[in-house]
């Protein structure tokens, strides 16, 4: 339920008011309603229109668009400006280590962010711009650096800096800003609508990812974009940014944020308000869920000395790096054991994703990336390529697909179900096409890489919603506040996309050793060892809510 001045006057005006009530709710409803979220007790979001929940997820629409732009081109594009083999790790290390080290200090930050405009949303609109800003260094870098500098060796150094740094940069941002975008949606929705939102991302992640990949996927050279722009890369820049723009745009727009005040007006409209008058419609709201653990804060205002809120909800808004890291390292067992089967997922996922269309070329196709540009290897490992942006067209295809499927199967198998489900399929599918390298028999399972996706963008953010939901229902229940949670949302939500960090960060440490010794095979077969041992820890290891 939204919390306005309206619903505190019809609480606490006696009838006789009533009629003044109403011209001063006429007057409210005449301005934008905002959601009043007080840190002393939070008002249920009301519910949110199926349209507004779509515009959210656009963001998530952007985002996987632009990954699927850089799953597909990100290796071949390095290989282009001539990048050693042995530089692989430090390219796919450095964003992951600063992300891992950063993303639960942002996510800390967002939970406290005083900012007029909301909590998530300019951190979101600042990590769309690096991500911007990435999309154009490393499939723009080498023409940039030609236009700079004529001598060819500098132009071969100062290219791979450019195109190691946009990878960098991008990777960076498009890894953190999928925290706040969460938050986000955690912060404005209800419970329903949490679980809605959740389906709706998932959904238009896999509509991204396909659209991303299938534009990966067509020959841009021999169209008027291709002729008017020096590369074909640069038509891939053209598509990704404007995606990417026009996304983040209506993502923003979407749904209103309540900025969070130190001094919030609502608190102090309560104070002012609540002392001439009786309690018991107050606590009538309470037990009907209108309002949460806000009556103890109200009589502790009107007797001073007794008022011991203010200062508990002061203290936690001075987040310190050593009280974040005392957060973190406290974290519940159920919430540690849910960011292990999340590094699992990730791991598994990465390892198959990154070298995916490398191992199409060289593996399934036989070709040779490092064969002169004009020789039949280097066509040959460039149309694998091309066929692989094809099987990563299929995995998001699929992933929006299963992502409607799960709203149908969790009523029966459940959230254990599902989770199990999309580790073992992923497992299976990469297994067999790791043993049978076939071109038509890798393109039909590539439909189980979907699977896998929609899994790890859903099922562990639905759990953390369904941890938070049962703590404050035990919070109110035992009569404590329902913004005594020590770790807000943002910061769960942070800790969770860390593995994401940490999975690229292993990934970057062993896997770029395994492929410079076995080749590209060794990534899909370690795709599926992981996900298979993921499967008995999703099944064992994980608290589901009843």
């Known amino acids: ?18 009629a003044k009530a109403d011209m001063d709710g006429t007057r409210e409803k005449e301005e934008a309603p905002r959601q009043a979220v007080m840190r002393t007790g939070a008002a249920v979001p009301r519910r949110r229109a199926v349209g507004r929940l779509v515009m959210h997820s656009m963001a998530m629409f952007g985002r996987e668009f632009c990954y699927a732009v850089e799953a597909a081109f990100v290796t071949p594009v390095l290989l282009s400006v001539g990048l050693p083999k042995n530089l692989y790790s430090l390219v796919w290390l450095i964003s992951p280590i600063l992300g891992f080290v950063l993303q639960p200090v942002v996510g800390s930050a967002s939970d406290h962010c ?20 990435g999309m154009a260094l490393y499939l723009n870098g080498d023409v940039m650096i030609s236009a700079f500098i004529a001598e060819r060796d500098k132009q071969r150094t100062w290219a791979i800096v450019i195109t190691m740094l946009g990878v960098v940069l991008f990777d960076f941002a498009a890894d953190f800003i999928d925290g706040p975008i969460k938050a986000y949606l955690f912060d404005v929705c209800c419970h329903q609508d949490k679980e809605k939102g959740l389906h709706y991302h998932a959904l238009f992640t896999g509509l991204g990812g396909a659209l991303g990949y299938l534009t990966g996927a067509m020959d841009w050279g021999q169209t008027i974009l291709g002729y008017t722009l020096a590369s074909e890369f640069q038509v891939i820049f053209f598509f990704a940014a404007l995606v990417l723009i026009i996304c983040l745009t209506v993502h923003l727009c979407s749904i209103p944020e309540v900025p969070l005040r130190y001094e919030n007006e609502e608190a102090e409209f309560l104070l002012e308000e609540t002392e001439p008058h009786r309690y018991h419609s107050i606590e009538e709201e309470i037990r009907n869920g209108h309002l949460k653990s806000t009556c103890m804060e109200i009589k502790a205002a009107a007797k001073p000395g007794k008022c011991t809120a203010a200062p508990r909800t002061q203290e936690k808004r001075q987040m310190t790096l050593k009280s974040l890291l005392k957060t973190l390292l406290s974290m519940p067992s159920h919430y540690r054991c849910l960011c292990v089967s999340h590094l699992f997922g990730w791991m598994a996922f990465l390892s198959n994703m990154l070298f995916f269309t490398d191992f199409m070329g060289q593996v399934v196709y036989h070709g040779n990336p490092y064969a002169p540009h004009n020789s039949t290897l280097y066509l040959t490992y460039k149309a694998g390529v091309e066929m692989g942006c094809w099987g990563l067209c299929i995995n998001a295809i699929s992933s929006s697909v299963y992502s409607y499927l799960q709203k149908v199967l969790l009523p029966y198998i459940g959230l254990k179900g599902l989770y199990f489900m999309g580790y073992l399929l992923f497992g299976l599918g990469t297994g067999l096409i790791g043993l049978f390298p076939n071109v038509y028999s890798t393109l039909a399972l590539c439909s189980l890489f979907g699977v896998m996706s929609s899994t790890l963008y859903t099922v562990p953010f639905h759990l953390i919603a369904e941890y938070h939901r049962e703590e404050e229902s035990q919070k109110l229940q035992e009569g404590e506040q329902a913004g005594e949670h020590e770790r807000g949302k943002g910061i769960d939500c942070a800790a969770l996309t860390c593995m994401v960090q940490l999975a690229q960060i292993i990934l970057g440490v062993g896997l770029g050793l395994l492929v410079s010794v076995a080749g590209s095979a060794v990534t899909i077969i370690s795709a599926s060892t992981v996900a298979l041992a993921g499967c008995c820890f999703v099944a064992f290891c994980i608290r589901y809510v009843d």
């Open 114 to 133: 005083t900012c007029s405009w909301g909590r998530r949303r300019p951190y979101i609109l600042g990590l769309g711009i690096i991500m911007l800003l």
């Open 1 to 18: 339920m939204t919390l306005t001045k309206e619903s505190f006057h019809r609480a606490l005006l006696p009838a006789s008011g009533a």
